[in-house]
């Protein structure tokens, strides 16, 4: 059994600790059309930093590897914004970590990417609903509840 595997802690126990609950993954569903505009350029900037740095571009063959990493990390990321963390998306984030694990890619990489990927998404959220900051619906409070559930959801 793999270290991933070997924990007591349940997936909804970690949802619960962080806060990602019914509020935030609402707040997350409402973020989804935005997000969904926004990940593939966000995905395209992280992965030509993959290819200009040499520590993670050891671990694409081709062009072609790194298209096919970058349609499943967009279809990830469409699980993410539907807030739906059930057994296929623990599945899905389990078999992620074991392949990162087997080709040893460092926490350093992949913690990275998550960065880079979560300043492009924040910021086409803030520039989305910016001006609608003066409308009663949308107020700091609840810019705020929006960013915050993204960041759960990217950790």
């Known amino acids: ?15 619960v600790f962080i806060g990602l609950d019914t509020a935030a993954r609402k707040k997350l569903r409402e973020l989804k059309p935005t997000l969904s505009r926004h990940i593939g350029p966000a995905l395209s ?7 200009a740095t040499p520590a993670t571009a ?31 998306y623990e599945k899905a984030v389990l078999t992620i970590g074991q392949v990162h694990a087997r080709i040893g890619l460092e926490p350093t990489w992949y913690i990275g990417g998550y960065a880079l990927i979560a300043e492009h998404l924040i910021h086409a ?18 810019m705020g509840a929006s960013l915050a559930s993204l960041i759960k959801a990217i950790m």
């Open 1 to 15: 059994m793999s270290a991933l595997r070997e924990t007591s802690v349940s997936l909804d126990d970690r949802l």
């Open 45 to 51: 900037v992280f992965y030509d930093k993959v290819r």
């Open 58 to 88: 050891k671990f694409f063959a081709s062009d072609s590897h790194i298209a096919g990493a970058q349609s499943r990390q967009e279809s990830h990321w469409t699980g993410i914004a539907e807030a739906d963390y059930g057994p296929s």
């Open 125 to 142: 959220v803030v520039k989305e609903q910016w001006p609608s900051l003066l409308s009663r619906s949308n107020t700091p409070e609840s």
